[in-house]
Nanobody, 116 residues
Framework: QVQVVESGGGLVQPGGSLRLSCVAS????????MGWYRQAPGKQRDLVATIASDYTTSYADSVKGRFTISRDNAKKTVYLQATSLNADDTAVYYC??????????WGQGTQVTVSS
């Protein structure tokens, strides 16, 4: 079954950190760029970080310097280390290939809530 499963979200205080994981099954993982997306309530789903097959990374300005994306092709897993979290980071986080919803359907995502 071709799918992605995200995990690692939760409730965290402002300034805290989380490590999100995304395990892919099916598809040809290693040759595709992968990305983390997020969707806050009432807002569109935005791309926040990408990692290419050659491990080149890119970040949205809103998370640059605070988030780090990485991948382990042997485990078919993509990670997002999120630090210095603030209320604006509250959202459901999804991972998918670049472009999304072609190689893998959208998963259920993982909720990140930043609140004191």
């Amino acid at each position: 079954q071709v799918q992605v499963v995200e995990s690692g979200g939760g409730l965290v205080q402002p300034g805290g950190s989380l490590r999100l994981s995304c395990v892919a099954s099916g598809g040809i993982f290693g040759i595709r760029g992968m990305g983390w997306y997020r969707q806050a309530p009432g807002k569109q789903r935005d791309l926040v970080a990408t990692i290419a097959s050659d491990y080149t990374t890119s970040y949205a300005d809103s998370v640059k310097g605070r988030f780090t994306i990485s991948r382990d092709n042997a485990k078919k897993t993509v990670y997002l280390q999120a630090t210095s979290l603030n209320a604006d980071d509250t959202a459901v986080y999804y991972c998918n290939a670049i472009p999304p919803n072609v190689l893998y359907p959208w998963g259920q995502g993982t909720q990140v809530t930043v609140s004191s």
